[in-house]
């Protein structure tokens, strides 16, 4: 099937687009096709082919991402105990609790946990249960950038763009996983595609839909759900088909749209009552809004982030979070998350400006690279020179945008193939995706050593026949796009296959095999401990510096010791030695095993964070990060009586308090929130609670303490050091706890 696309026009003509028009009404007396045969057969000017294909790739990336699905778990053990609450407590539900006690939330918005809290309530807290709504929003995912390429250019350029991003292995990491992400990517797509056919006919609902889907993506992730506003806004300021008055005023209502779908559950979280809702975490002050324009805000671009970890790059663009700069997205701990097809998916995008650089002011074809691609463009630029906290799942938000502007280009490209300029462009993209896909491969060198070799030279020879596309037979200048395509998606098909066929837990998940991304705190993160923060670096993907046998004689004796692990009793990194809650001191529980090195939350030369080798009780960075093994003993204790509480225990930080009320299904409080940083409760306000008889235990270790970030990051180490003075203490197994209904000495 060959696409008309438009020609230059004058601006009196009607809006129109290149492709052909969308389906018309049916016209009296036609007779409907049954609804199946419709959904099969799909648009009658399509070629039989294009519908069931569609529809295939929808099929394979459900699978896809079901596939192995319950080996995370609970995956991000911090959003799953929320998200068990939430199934608990509809008060919980509404605010975001980490608890169905109600004492704290967790530092986002609680929007993109509702699917998956709904989904809880009907079929049981269980893996399937959290993850499954993810799965399905990577799959509307792949179908809205299908249906936004495939309006305006063929269906294979559709297909192509849903392909890029259901095989981008960060897409299917954060599709898979519990994270604010899959819901965000969702709702930017679907603004996307809504203001794209807004240029198309003018209509207002348009706009209106897209304004909403970006005030409900703020109740996914806040301000990031901003970031493609001045594109969005500006497309359609400049190429809306209607008068300008006119295109202010639709622009105004779009606007008002997203302050109501996103600006409702803050009005109301600000004005209830602090007293009688949970404490909002994140926060140094109890506000919705300090949090989303501090913490998770402009402190996530200035590194001024109050309660965090620890953030900010330095003068030279180094920071805990990584090099920051023009190239980050290239990087060695970035690259292999997203960056496949971004070469020369910005190749396609200038190629498609050029192309239509003559077709008149109103068309959509030129719109639909200008939303695109700006999209892609600004969010690209925020995340490299952002300064806070910035992890590598991040760059999921760019996968719609890649997609999208890799299958419009390769389709306007394709059809012109007969003009030179449009042949050569189309094998540079190919080569500059060929090229790139054997440099990120050769980064992990071991890993499947004989297939960048296969990309570079499939890629070089498809790019040869693509330069003759146009003077080639039709079935030859196929066949060399063809091999092209797959040169471009071996390398991230791969990485994708790999990352769905491993389990992902914690707060730092990474896609690819081991060692494909390397990052974390201190020194950009490099395994082998070379910067401060943590003294060495976070994990990034697996821990390979003791390799093997030393890995599993590390892991079994749980000793973290600052070899490119946690400092030890130094006091490398953190006042006081060691982590917090700890007393610098970093037993494991000795469980991992050196083969045992899968999920990409390992730490370099020893064990898996979260599973074994772990910081003793879930402290220190096991509880940031994810934290604690719950022996059956443990959970037996806190069990007793557990419905003579409001929470049955109290932890210091949320990861910790999460793996306690998981594992028991009663709630835990987490004191100072997810880094333990926060000023919830206060002192009095835990002596009261244990005066009321409302927690039952006290769990030692976990979060950070009072080690890190404000003036009010003393509070939980306040709380640690009253209960250690007056409780009695209770040793199970690795794990201490102070029950807090007994005083010392009794």
Not at 327 to 336: A, L, N, Q, T, V
């Amino acid at each position: 099937m060959t696409t008309h696309y438009d020609q230059p026009t004058t601006e009196q003509d009607s809006p129109g687009a290149w492709g052909p028009p969308p389906t018309a009404p049916p016209q009296a007396g036609e007779v409907r096709q049954p609804l199946v045969r419709r959904l099969w057969r799909g648009r009658p000017e399509d070629p039989r082919w294009a519908r069931p294909a569609f529809l295939g790739l929808l099929a394979l990336t459900l699978v896809t991402y079901l596939y192995n699905l319950s080996a995370s778990g609970y995956a991000n053990s911090f959003y799953s105990a929320a998200v068990q609450a939430g199934s608990k407590s509809w008060k919980a539900f509404f605010f975001g609790s980490l608890d169905a006690g109600n004492a704290i939330t967790v530092d986002k918005p609680s929007a993109f946990m509702w699917p998956m809290e709904l989904s809880v309530r009907i079929f049981g807290l269980n893996s399937w249960a959290i993850l499954t709504p993810e799965v399905l929003m990577g799959v509307g995912t792949v179908a809205v950038v299908y249906a936004g390429v495939r309006r305006r250019f063929s269906p294979a350029a559709g297909l192509i763009a849903g392909a890029v991003l259901a095989l981008t292995p960060v897409a299917a990491l954060m599709f898979r996983f519990n994270n604010p992400d899959a819901l965000l990517a969702l709702l930017m797509a679907l603004a996307c595609y809504f203001v794209v056919r807004a240029v198309e006919d003018g209509r207002t609902g348009w706009l209106v839909w897209a304004g909403a889907a970006i005030g409900f993506a703020f109740l996914a992730k806040t301000l990031q759900a901003f970031l493609i506003l001045p594109p969005l806004a500006v497309v359609y300021a400049v190429c809306g088909p209607v008068r300008l008055r006119r295109r202010l005023v639709q622009l105004g209502l779009a606007t008002v749209a997203l302050v109501v779908a996103g600006g409702w559950w803050v009005a109301i979280v600000e004005l209830w009552p602090a007293a009688s809702r949970p404490y909002i975490g994140g926060s140094q002050n109890n506000s919705f809004l300090e949090l989303t324009f501090g913490y998770n805000g402009l402190g996530r671009i200035n590194g001024d982030e109050t309660g965090s970890v620890g953030g900010g790059g330095g003068g030279n663009g180094s920071g805990r979070w990584g090099t920051t700069g023009w190239d980050r997205m290239f990087s060695s701990e970035i690259g292999s998350q997203i960056s496949w097809l971004l070469p020369a998916a910005l190749i396609l995008l200038v190629a498609g400006l050029w192309a239509t650089r003559k077709a008149r002011r109103t068309s959509a074809t030129r719109a639909s690279f200008l939303v695109w691609g700006g999209s892609l463009l600004i969010t690209m630029v925020v995340f490299s020179y952002m300064a806070g906290i910035f992890h590598q799942y991040y760059t999921v938000a760019l996968a719609p945008y890649i997609a999208a502007v890799t299958g419009m280009g390769a389709g306007l490209l394709w059809e012109k193939r007969k003009e030179a300029w449009a042949s050569l462009t189309l094998a540079a993209a190919v080569v500059a995706a060929a090229a790139w896909g054997y440099v990120l491969l050769n980064r992990t060198s071991s890993y499947l050593p004989w297939l960048k070799w296969l990309v570079l030279i499939g890629g070089l020879a498809a790019a040869f026949g693509l330069i003759f596309a146009g003077r080639i037979s039709h079935r030859l200048a196929l066949g060399a796009a063809a091999v092209g395509l797959v040169a471009a998606l071996a390398g991230p098909t791969a990485y994708t296959l790999s990352t769905v066929n491993s389990a992902h837990t914690g707060s730092i998940p990474t896609a690819g095999p081991a060692g494909a991304s390397m990052m974390g705190f201190g020194g950009g993160g490099r395994p082998g401990g070379l910067g401060g923060g943590f003294g060495g670096g976070m994990p990034g993907r697996q821990g390979r510096q003791g390799q093997q046998g030393q890995q599993g004689q590390q892991g079994q004796q749980g000793q973290q010791n600052g070899n490119g692990n946690m400092p030890g009793g130094q006091g490398q990194g953190f006042p006081g030695g060691g982590m917090p809650g700890q007393n610098g001191n970093s037993q494991g529980q000795g469980q991992s095993q050196g083969q045992n090195q899968q999920n990409g939350n390992g730490f370099p030369g020893g064990g898996r964070l979260g599973e074994g080798g772990r910081m003793g009780g879930g402290g220190g960075a096991g509880g940031l990060l994810n934290g604690a093994n719950v022996s059956s003993a443990a959970k037996k204790l806190l069990e007793k009586d557990a419905d003579d509480y409001t929470w049955v225990a109290a932890s210091i930080g949320s990861q910790n308090a999460a793996s306690y009320q998981l594992a028991t299904g009663d709630p835990v409080m987490a004191i100072g929130g997810f880094n333990g940083t926060d000023p919830s409760p206060t002192l009095a306000q835990f002596k009261k609670y244990v005066t009321d008889g409302k927690i039952h235990y006290f769990i030692a270790g976990g979060g950070m303490g009072g080690g890190m970030g404000g003036s009010n990051s003393g509070t939980s180490s306040r709380i640690t050091s009253w209960v250690e003075s007056n409780f009695k203490k209770v040793t199970v197994g690795s794990a201490t706890f102070y029950d807090l209904t007994q005083k010392a000495g009794d």
